[in-house]
């Protein structure tokens, strides 16, 4: 459990990270989530934790922006605005490259991720399973608590409206 869960901890803050855009939040997300995984299925066998974790990764981001509704509506009521400040994103560096291409590739990493934000929650996690976390379309469909036919739409959608962002980034990388 503790090496899949070592495995998981800096994709599942960076997919909270994208989500909630605060840190401390992520933070607290991906806490609960391997707590409750470690609590609840520390019996499953290795194969099974993948999709259960990130079940209930999903589950307690939707949670999050469920209370953020609310917490908001009192935010507007009471005459308060909500904060701009943003946590800066960035995805962990597993190679040494060339100033240059360790430049460009943090730029190209923070475009992507900015593209992703600006995608609807739903194709966020399609996205995210299918692409980054190597899900297929079934186990996608099983996280996301949806039909197997909405996930296909789901990331289609995104990898279109990706392309149509980030068209100009892919043309100069080739």
């Given at each position: 459990?503790?090496?899949?869960?070592?495995?998981?901890?800096?994709?599942?803050?960076?997919?909270?990270?994208?989500?909630?855009?605060?840190?401390?939040?992520?933070?607290?997300?991906?806490?609960?989530?391997?707590?409750?995984?470690?609590?609840?299925?520390?019996?499953?066998?290795?194969?099974?934790?993948?999709?259960?974790?990130?079940?209930?990764?999903?589950?307690?981001?939707?949670?999050?922006?469920?209370?953020?509704?609310?917490?908001?509506?009192?935010?507007?009521?009471?005459?308060?605005?909500?904060?701009?400040?943003?946590?800066?994103?960035?995805?962990?560096?597993?190679?040494?490259?060339?100033?240059?291409?360790?430049?460009?590739?943090?730029?190209i990493n923070k475009s992507v991720l900015?593209?992703?934000?600006?995608?609807?929650?739903?194709?966020?996690?399609?996205?995210?399973?299918?692409?980054?976390?190597?899900?297929?379309?079934?186990?996608?469909?099983?996280?996301?608590?949806?039909?197997?036919?909405?996930?296909?739409?789901?990331?289609?959608?995104?990898?279109?409206?990706?392309?149509?962002?980030?068209?100009?980034?892919?043309?100069?990388?080739?």
């Amino acid at each position: 459990m503790e090496s899949f869960l070592k495995t998981v901890e800096r994709r599942a803050f960076v997919i909270a990270r994208i989500n909630t855009k605060d840190e401390e939040e992520a933070l607290d997300i991906v806490q609960d989530t391997m707590f409750t995984l470690v609590q609840k299925y520390s019996d499953r066998p290795v194969d099974e934790l993948a999709p259960l974790f990130h079940t209930i990764l999903y589950s307690k981001i939707n949670d999050w922006h469920r209370k953020q509704k609310v917490r908001n509506r009192w935010r507007v009521f009471f005459g308060f605005g909500e904060s701009d400040v943003q946590a800066e994103d960035t995805v962990p560096q597993e190679q040494f490259l060339e100033p240059d291409n360790y430049l460009q590739e943090i730029e190209i990493n923070k475009s992507v991720l900015e593209a992703i934000k600006d995608l609807p929650t739903r194709q966020q996690q399609a996205v995210i399973l299918r692409a980054w976390e190597g899900f297929s379309v079934a186990e996608t469909a099983e996280i996301m608590k949806c039909s197997q036919g909405s996930v296909k739409t789901h990331y289609s959608r995104a990898v279109h409206s990706l392309r149509d962002k980030l068209g100009e980034l892919i043309n100069e990388r080739q």
